[in-house]
């Protein structure tokens, strides 16, 4: 079956610590790639999106995110956390490229709590 | 600019009423999406609109219906509410020009259906 994996559900650091969400995903081609947060009581922010080229991309907030076809991963990471990071992250992938006929599958969603 | 506006903020319901909830962008974004979340199962689709005029079914669409008369509204209605419809609601629009993979999301409607 075709899946969107946050292997984690909550993730505590500490303020200034370096961060990694990771995320996997089993379909059959590259989809394309998002990740998303939501603070509380919020709605979802994107943070970044890869869709093809540097495997590497850069996003809002100081976040990262790099793709790796052999792993099926798309880990989302920061150098060095801030309580404003506090949140929750979701992965998401996207089928049908270049056509507003495919719809996202999300993940479940990792919540990160971060420690003063 | 306001993106993507939603109402109402939170709802409480009784069970077997009907409710609307709205969704209206400012994008002229092609597609509009209505997404529910619960604890645990992150997002799923309920329905979703390509283009003015047209409509699909999404991963969990029963219970729910949608219609798009225009481009800038997606009204999202629960013809008679069950309990198991408690959920926070986003709708979602995408389709730019340049950019039609990405969507947007809006602030969410909580609803609790006692």
Same mark, same amino acid.
């Given at each position: 079956?075709?899946?969107?994996?946050?292997?984690?559900?909550?993730?505590?650091? !500490?303020?200034?610590? !370096?961060?990694?969400?990771?995320?996997?995903?089993?379909?059959?081609?590259?989809?394309?790639?998002?990740?998303?947060?939501? =603070?509380?009581?919020?709605?979802?922010?994107?943070?970044?999106?890869?869709? =093809?080229?540097? *495997?590497?991309?850069?996003?809002?907030?100081?976040?990262?995110?790099?793709?790796?076809?052999?792993? =099926?991963?798309?880990?989302?990471?920061?150098?060095?956390?801030?309580? =404003?990071?506090?949140?929750?992250?979701?992965?998401?992938?996207?089928?049908?490229?270049?056509?507003?006929?495919?719809?996202?599958?999300?993940?479940?969603? *990792?919540?990160? *709590?971060?420690?003063? | 600019?306001?993106?993507?506006?939603?109402?109402?903020?939170?709802?409480?319901?009784?069970?077997?009423?009907?409710?609307?909830?709205?969704?209206?962008?400012?994008?002229?974004?092609?597609?509009?999406?209505?997404?529910?979340?619960?604890?645990?199962?992150?997002?799923?689709?309920?329905?979703?609109?390509?283009?003015? %005029?047209?409509?699909?079914?999404?991963?969990?669409?029963?219970?729910?219906?949608?219609?798009?008369?225009?481009?800038?509204?997606?009204?999202?209605?629960?013809?008679?509410?069950?309990?198991?419809?408690?959920?926070?609601?986003?709708?979602?629009?995408?389709?730019?020009?340049?950019?039609?993979?990405?969507?947007?999301?809006?602030? %969410?409607?909580?609803?609790?259906?006692?």
């Amino acid at each position: 079956a075709q899946s969107v994996t946050q292997p984690d559900i909550h993730i505590t650091v !500490s303020e200034g610590a !370096s961060l990694e969400l990771r995320c996997n995903y089993s379909y059959g081609a590259t989809p394309y790639l998002f990740w998303y947060v939501q =603070s509380p009581g919020q709605g979802l922010q994107l943070l970044l999106k890869y869709f =093809s080229g540097d *495997t590497l991309v850069q996003g809002i907030k100081g976040f990262e995110a790099e793709f790796k076809r052999s792993q =099926s991963s798309f880990n989302l990471r920061k150098p060095s956390v801030h309580w =404003s990071d506090a949140a929750e992250y979701f992965c998401a992938v996207k089928l049908v490229r270049g056509s507003t006929l495919g719809r996202l599958y999300f993940g479940r969603g *990792t919540q990160l *709590t971060v420690w003063p | 600019t306001a993106g993507i506006t939603q109402a109402p903020t939170s709802q409480i319901l009784a069970a077997g009423r009907s409710m609307t909830l709205r969704c209206t962008q400012d994008m002229r974004h092609n597609a509009m999406y209505w997404y529910r979340q619960d604890l645990g199962l992150g997002l799923r689709l309920i329905h979703y609109s390509n283009t003015a %005029g047209t409509t699909g079914k999404g991963e969990v669409p029963d219970g729910y219906s949608v219609s798009r008369a225009n481009t800038d509204d997606f009204p999202l209605t629960l013809a008679s509410a069950v309990p198991s419809q408690t959920s926070v609601y986003f709708c979602a629009s995408g389709g730019e020009r340049g950019d039609t993979d990405t969507q947007y999301f809006g602030p %969410g409607t909580r609803l609790t259906v006692l």
